[in-house]
């Protein structure tokens, strides 16, 4: 580890990091390099390793842009980020502003980065309004094509009017699964010409998780060409708000990951104080009903507030749930404020074949917290992340305060001692 770079930055260190990605310059006026987040780190077919991440000067400026670096296999030594999307926006409207890009590799190697970007229109936020767009590269993000829009299918949640596009996220890496086709966990912003919020909080914007199966990508078609199914169509995975007069849903963010019978299991964030699940046992093609997760069966809920919560296959039948371990009212502060998104725990999962839901998990291990030093105006350890084996060893690649990108082994010992609540006589 680089004793001069933590010397020179101190608070990289706080979270322990065994892995530094990226430490910003903070050079540049036009385009900063202040605000890291949404960091997905992959492996090429070659073995070597990138990443792709949304980059800025703070959350929601217009000079939201997404870059990439490489690394080789080891993931030590990483390139400086190159600006592939989003170099050439208006910085009074935000038009042309590139955002939360997320990679996938098709088998003959073929790097494809699909993005959000805004067109100068706002439906719901200016950084999630936008048109999917892409661009792809054969020769291991050296160069890249010219970008183009594939024909993202819309939902009864976006506007009626179809020149204002729709309010979606892909936050984490699509799961390759069953016949080996991408499947994506998307959040969808509810268009307000479809529902009105109850209130002008931005943790009340209504929202819906749908899932988008990737058809075609194997076949290396240009972006156009590129056939997405919108496997939840009419069929949208809702959340309650609490006590909304209007029955809102909010639920986001999933995570997926293949249980060992075939089945398909995601974990989202709500705003109801605690994550929820949800199963598809036809390859995603339709789900159960959200509910509260929970340590297992008969267990107490697992809190959380409206932060990511990650949970990764670190084996077939065996997971790790990433999360604050309160219900979004922590310390002096209430609602679900930046300040709550900390410390991070983690919870061993293992496959419950008997469970109604399907992974119990461990009581929480502590892992990380900022101790809610600010960086770059930001204290939380919202867990934009990506997790991959590295030598052998298991990594979480996350933002740290969404400023430093660093990466942290996930000691298997310490998972190999957790506690399993019993269920409640």
Known sequence: MDTELFAANPELGRTSPDYVIYVPKGTDERIPD????????????????????????????????IVFAESDASARSWSAPRIIAGEKFDPETGRDMCSWGYPLVSRSGRIYVLYSKHIGVNDVFTHTTGRLAGIYSDDNGKSWSAEAYPDFPRSEYDSPDPAMPGNCITWQKPLRFGDGRYLAGITRWISPARATPSDGNWIHAPSVVDFLRFENLDDDPEIPDLKLTLLTAGKSLRFPIPDDPRGNSLIQEPTLNELPDGRLFAVMRTVA??????????????????????????????????????????????????????????????????ETRRPICMAYGK?????????????????????????????????????????????????????????KVIDRARLANAVFPKKRA
């Open 273 to 338: 104080g605690t994550a929820a699940w949800s199963v598809s046992a036809d390859g995603g093609e339709s789900w159960s009903e959200p509910e509260t997760l929970r340590y297992g069966d008969g267990l107490p809920p697992v809190e959380q507030p409206l932060s990511p919560c990650p949970c990764y296959t670190l084996s077939e039948g065996e997971y790790v749930l990433f999360y604050h371990n309160h219900n979004g009212h922590y310390g002096p502060w209430t609602a679900h404020a930046t």
């Open 34 to 65: 202040t605000g890291n987040e949404h960091f997905l780190v992959f492996r090429r077919k070659d073995g070597t390793f990138a990443a792709v991440w949304t980059q800025s000067g703070h959350e929601g400026q217009y000079n939201q842009h």
């Open 351 to 407: 496959f419950d074949p008997e469970g109604r839901q399907p992974v119990r998990f461990s009581a929480p291990l502590s892992w990380i917290d900022s101790d809610n030093i600010e960086l770059n105006h930001r204290c939380d350890l919202a867990m934009y992340s990506s997790f991959e084996y590295v030598d052998g060893r298991l990594v979480l690649f996350f933002p740290d305060r969404k400023h430093f990108l660093v990466g």
